[in-house]
């Protein structure tokens, strides 16, 4: 209670609010109400404040406005998450939960979705933002409704659905570095009961944000092509189809890791003699190779909804096919000492099948089943340079999962206002990983493998996975706009097969015991929408990694916590002006961590020692080499977990006003803060405090159908990390820039 006290005191203090983003549209300029939201938080459709969850939504409108063109911005927008990025993925972390492991097999704790299917492993590029109608971020654990477990949260991307008038809008855009952009949405029927929509969206940049200064070529430029079908039908007055498809095809020299952080150094490798290399400017790198990215992906989704009387009967089908080839200087030095090409393969099938209650009755209450199979690989990661003497590794590693859960969950109205939810599910997971290390003769190029030499012996290893989680909620309604509710939930992340190289010990299931209190409420005749919540998240065994050169490692904390209160506020202050403003504190610690992963820069060694290691290091420790010392066991009990910022805030304004008759002016700043986080458990890397922001200013003709938009994303040009790892060697705490400061216009139009 002195914390939850102490919470409300700060929040009050600081006037840290947050945002919800009206589903629909944007109110147009004579509207002084705020829109009503509508989520699919328990999957059904309600409003979003009946709703006795934690949730944000995100339009389409707000996207444009904030120049969000990337899952990796949505922290801009919603405070409580924070997304990093490393070899190709993307690691979404809410309220603190998360891990940052890039390595196949691994899924995150933050789940995502696309209309509802899982996406098991997410590449940074394959969420298809272009034809999103909303996003909802759920934040706590969620181990009773959505089709896969996680202790997080989720990230809910609902596409839109074709409509039944003819359509077709699109943009045309040219921004800085040379970058083009260009998409296009068509929606038409067929017949009186089906249509069918196509999206298509590119981007190419043509000059890059930095440059190699070992090779001369340029780093920091990519191009990315996307496609998506919707189908819908009613064949019948009790039956609806939606099928879906996208294909999606990246390719980028964005390096995974570029090189040593601002204040930290990189080293000659071992052999060579001691060197601490001169720091570089921001979006360079010094490799004598330069990175490759390339992925592609697609996927297929049927969804059947069927009236049985009063009861719905749904059925939901996925599959996703993803592949995606990395190729990077992993000793980034002018040296050819380490090369890494990482195939990666990801397959998932998936089936549920769900029952539901009638809506709108006094007890409302949904069942299902639900199956994942899932198949992970590196198919043949090459490991090739002078480390290797002459020769290369090629590593297989795989990790299968086969998923059955079963689910059910209800709320019942036990007096007028106030309501009980209740929900468990039961899952299963078996988990299967193989993998070996075959020695080859030097390939003819360091994406080429040799001639065989020695087939290594295959490792195979095998596990089983069970866990009830649950999920009880009360809630009562005030009066007719304001909710009390109080949850206690568990959300579980299951064990994982660590694949490059393959461990026979796998990383034990995180599990999330969370408990929460909130409110929401809309006052002054729907003017204004102010909701909050305090919470608590208790976990048990958290997943985290541990890095050698490119090789990453799952491991397991014994203990953490994670609490803090965050509060959204959205007003409609006159005609057509709105604001929207959200804050998240938290308060997130590693209870108990053993023998924790520390490191250090070679020349901050303390007496020889590593700070708060329990035995010495023994790796590149020579003061006058650059990178880290290697990995020594450590006691991080106490330190912040990390990737968990303490204070995290948003501010975005949108001001709509008329120009003559056959014009209207749409102006829409936006401002994120972060106080800065540490990167790993040992709390000795952490990013600073920044604030990124935006700006679009958009002149649309009076009717909506053409349109001039300019658009500016971190005006201030603030230099800031998309991912940072320590590592246990001379490559020291290796570096993803985040994006520049990138601006640019578009003409939009619909018809």
């Known amino acids: 209670m002195h914390f939850i006290r102490g919470s409300l005191l700060v929040a009050l203090a600081t006037g840290v609010w947050g945002h919800s983003v009206a589903q629909e549209s944007t109110p147009s300029s004579s509207s002084t109400q705020i829109e009503e939201i509508v989520v699919t938080a328990q999957r059904r459709t309600e409003r979003a404040q009946d709703v006795p969850i934690s949730v944000d939504t995100i339009d ?25 990025y490393g070899t190709g993925t993307y690691t979404p972390f809410i309220r603190g939960i998360g891990n940052p492991i890039a390595v196949a097999g691994n899924e995150a704790s933050v789940s995502t979705y696309v209309d509802g299917f899982y996406v098991a492993r997410v590449f940074a590029d394959f969420l298809p933002l272009e034809d999103v109608e909303q996003i909802e971020v759920l934040k ?82 990519g191009d990315k092509y996307r496609l998506r079908a919707k189908f819908v039908s009613s064949p019948t007055d009790t039956m609806n189809l939606t099928f879906s498809a996208g294909y999606i095809h990246a390719q980028s020299n964005f390096t995974p890791a570029g090189g040593p ?29 330069n990175p490759e990215t390339r992925a592609k992906s697609f996927d297929a989704s049927l969804r059947l909804d069927q009236k049985l009387g009063e009861l719905s009967l749904v059925s939901l089908t996925g599959y996703r096919n993803s592949r995606i080839f990395v190729f990077n200087d992993y000793d980034y030095t002018p040296i050819n000492f380490f090369n890494a090409t990482l195939p990666d393969k990801e397959k998932q099938v998936s089936q549920e099948l769900q029952l539901l209650s009638a809506p709108g009755s006094r007890f409302n209450w949904i069942a299902g089943l639900y199956y994942l199979h899932l198949e992970s690989a590196y198919d043949g990661a090459a490991f090739s340079g002078l480390e290797f003497g002459g020769i290369d590794a090629i590593l297989y590693g795989a990790q299968k999962t086969d998923s059955y859960s079963g689910y059910v969950q209800g709320t019942y109205e036990i007096v007028p206002k106030l309501k009980l939810t209740l929900g468990g599910r039961y899952t299963s997971d078996d988990v299967s990983g193989s993998g070996r290390t075959d020695i080859t003769g030097p390939g003819s190029s360091p994406l080429s493998a040799g001639p065989l030499i020695v087939t290594g012996a295959t490792t195979d290893v095998y596990r089983t996975f069970n866990k009830f989680t649950y999920r009880a909620a009360l809630d009562y309604s005030v009066q007719e706009d304001v909710l009390l509710y109080a949850s206690v939930s568990r959300g579980f992340k299951s064990g994982v097969i660590t694949t490059l190289p393959i461990n026979p010990e796998p990383a034990l299931p995180e599990v999330v015991e969370a408990y929460e209190l909130g409110i929401k409420s809309e006052i002054l005749d729907r003017k204004l929408r102010l909701n909050a919540a305090i ?18 490692e799952v491991v397991n904390a014994q203990g953490a916590r994670s609490r803090g209160i965050e509060a959204e506020l959205e007003a409609a202050v006159a005609p057509g002006l709105q604001v929207r403003a959200s804050s998240t504190f938290l308060d997130a610690k590693y209870t108990n961590f053993q023998d924790a992963p520390f490191t250090t820069g070679t020349n901050q060694l303390v007496n020889g020692a590593v700070p708060g290691c329990s035995a010495p290091a023994t790796g590149n420790t020579d003061p006058a080499n650059g990178g880290n010392v290697g990995y020594c066991p450590g ?5 912040r977990m990390s990737r968990a910022p303490r204070v995290t805030a948003s501010l975005g304004v949108n001001w709509s006003m008329p120009i003559g008759d056959k014009f209207k002016l749409r102006l829409a700043p936006s401002l994120s803060y972060n106080s800065g986080f540490y990167w790993d458990p040992d709390n000795r ?18 009717d909506n159908r053409w349109a001039l938009r300019a658009w500016a994303s971190n005006l201030t040009n603030k230099h800031y990390y998309a991912y940072v790892a320590e590592q246990g060697d001379q490559t020291g705490n290796t570096a993803v820039p985040a994006a520049p400061r990138l601006v640019g216009a578009a003409i939009d139009f619909k018809f």
């Open 60 to 84: 389409a409108t707000t996207l444009t406005d904030a120049h969000i063109t990337s899952a990796l911005d949505l922290s801009q927008v919603v405070p409580a998450v924070n997304i990093q």
């Open 140 to 221: 706590g654990p969620q181990g009773t409704l959505f089709g896969r477990n996680s202790t997080g949260g989720l990230i809910n991307l609902i596409t839109r659905t074709p409509e039944r008038d003819p359509t077709i809008e699109g943009s045309v855009g040219y921004g800085n570095y040379n970058t083009t952009t260009g998409k296009i949405y068509a929606s038409v029927p067929l017949g009186s009961s089906s249509a069918i929509s196509l999206s298509a969206f590119g981007e190419a940049q043509g000059d890059a944000w930095g440059r190699n200064v070992t090779t001369g070529q340029d780093v920091g430029r």
């Open 261 to 289: 952080a601002i204040g930290t150094t990189t080293g000659n490798p071992p052999g060579f003699p001691p060197m601490m290399y001169t720091p570089l400017s921001f979006f360079d790198t010094r490799g004598n190779e």
């Open 535 to 552: 919470f608590q998240s208790d976990i048990t065994d958290p997943q985290v990694q541990r890095i050698v050169a490119a090789t990453n």
């Open 635 to 639: 006691n991080a009990s106490g330190n």
């Open 685 to 702: 890397t952490r990013q600073p405090s920044f604030s990124i922001l935006n700006f679009t200013a958009t002149l649309a003709t009076a």
